[in-house]
């Protein structure tokens, strides 16, 4: 299973690896290629969401810390949706234009940030059509949509998966309500798919509920999970390690400053090794972003357009 360990005050080193491996042609376009950072004092990943469909993923790579290195361990592709077919009766993986076009452009959206040590992963979101990641009506159903997450991530050089099991409006259209098995037999597929890869749980919705199955509890496949109400403190429910857990959840530019210092400052004081923010945009955001990283990295944050 993947393990992101926190690595400050990144040197030139990194940035020169990066590019001999593309002057040598080994950066692949189906694949990250980053070059693993220089050992460094450890601290929580740092996870950021975009919403691509009004703002660019290369906002995460511009903020590093005052000492050196970057903010962010983890940015987010905010959101591939699960769609339902009527014809076939089957869910499906589906990019609107705007995703579709950061990954089509993953040379100049997704590389960048790769080859800055920054994991890219695609976050997948009901779309009020009755599919969702609770109601799945067999095994054999929930590995076939577990292969075409997978396959995305192979083909678009992806760092990995992030489930939330919202507005999927289950029962729409004649599908199915929630299940106790339908998760664990997805989450379980696309591990076995994925070995070594990202696989994080936005932290609600009846998926989120349904973890165990049959003497098979998926918790440990997750890397990560995290609170998805922004602004508060709310320690995931499943069982994994405080080193991989988020509590606190912030917007950046929507959750005061002293909040975030606060939730930050709890993080560290708590001993848990994950902080997760939201809606990145493209404004120098700096201010926002220093109150977090001054309590988890004593650094302030600097943003370079």
Same mark, same amino acid.
């Given at each position: 299973?993947?393990?992101?360990?926190?690595?400050?005050?990144?040197?030139?080193?990194?940035?020169?690896?990066?590019?001999?491996?593309?002057?040598?042609?080994?950066?692949?376009?189906?694949?990250?290629?980053?070059?693993?950072?220089?050992?460094?004092?450890?601290?929580?990943?740092?996870?950021?969401?975009?919403?691509?469909?009004?703002?660019?993923?290369?906002?995460?790579?511009?903020?590093?810390?005052?000492?050196?290195?970057?903010?962010?361990?983890?940015?987010?592709?905010?959101?591939?949706?699960?769609?339902?077919?009527?014809?076939?009766?089957?869910?499906?993986?589906?990019?609107?234009?705007?995703?579709?076009?950061?990954?089509?452009?993953?040379?100049?959206?997704?590389?960048?940030?790769?080859?800055?040590?920054?994991?890219?992963?695609?976050?997948?979101?009901?779309?009020?059509?009755?599919?969702?990641?609770?109601?799945?009506?067999? #095994?054999?159903?929930?590995?076939?949509?577990?292969?075409?997450?997978?396959?995305?991530?192979?083909?678009?050089?992806?760092?990995?998966?992030?489930?939330?099991?919202?507005?999927?409006?289950?029962?729409?259209?004649?599908?199915?309500?929630?299940?106790?098995?339908?998760?664990?037999?997805?989450?379980?597929?696309?591990?076995?798919?994925?070995?070594?890869?990202?696989?994080?749980?936005?932290?609600?919705?009846?998926?989120?509920?349904?973890?165990?199955?049959?003497?098979?509890?998926?918790?440990?496949?997750?890397?990560?999970?995290?609170?998805?109400?922004?602004?508060?403190?709310?320690?995931?429910?499943?069982?994994?390690?405080?080193?991989?857990?988020?509590?606190?959840?912030?917007?950046?530019?929507?959750?005061? #400053?002293?909040?975030?210092?606060?939730?930050?400052?709890?993080?560290?004081?708590?001993?848990?090794?994950?902080?997760?923010?939201?809606?990145?945009?493209?404004?120098?955001?700096?201010?926002?972003?220093?109150?977090?990283?001054?309590?988890?990295?004593?650094?302030?944050?600097?943003?370079?357009?």
């Amino acid at each position: 299973m993947f393990t992101l360990l926190r690595r400050r005050a990144r040197t030139a080193a990194l940035a020169l690896s990066a590019v001999a491996a593309l002057a040598l042609g080994t950066t692949s376009t189906t694949g990250a290629t980053a070059a693993p950072a220089p050992a460094a004092a450890p601290g929580p990943t740092s996870v950021a969401y975009v919403e691509v469909n009004n703002h660019s993923m290369l906002n995460v790579g511009k903020y590093t810390l005052a000492g050196g290195g970057n903010v962010f361990d983890v940015a987010v592709i905010f959101a591939a949706n699960i769609n339902y077919d009527t014809g076939t009766r089957s869910a499906y993986l589906h990019f609107n234009e705007n995703v579709q076009r950061v990954l089509d452009d993953a040379a100049t959206q997704i590389r960048p940030l790769q080859q800055k040590g920054i994991k890219v992963v695609l976050s997948v979101l009901g779309n009020h059509e009755g599919a969702g990641f609770a109601n799945f009506p067999s #095994q054999q159903a929930a590995s076939a949509f577990a292969g075409e997450l997978a396959d995305a991530v192979t083909r678009y050089g992806l760092d990995g998966i992030d489930f939330d099991d919202e507005y999927a409006d289950y029962g729409t259209g004649g599908t199915g309500q929630p299940n106790d098995s339908s998760f664990v037999h997805l989450v379980s597929a696309l591990r076995a798919d994925l070995p070594g890869k990202i696989i994080s749980l936005y932290n609600i919705g009846p998926a989120a509920a349904r973890l165990s199955y049959g003497g098979v509890d998926v918790s440990s496949a997750f890397d990560y999970a995290w609170n998805p109400y922004y602004g508060s403190w709310q320690v995931p429910a499943i069982g994994l390690p405080r080193s991989k857990l988020s509590p606190a959840a912030v917007e950046i530019g929507g959750t005061p #400053q002293t909040t975030v210092a606060d939730l930050a400052r709890r993080t560290v004081d708590e001993g848990y090794g994950v902080f997760l923010t939201y809606n990145l945009d493209g404004n120098d955001r700096s201010g926002d972003v220093s109150a977090f990283t001054r309590e988890l990295y004593g650094s302030d944050a600097v943003y370079t357009p």
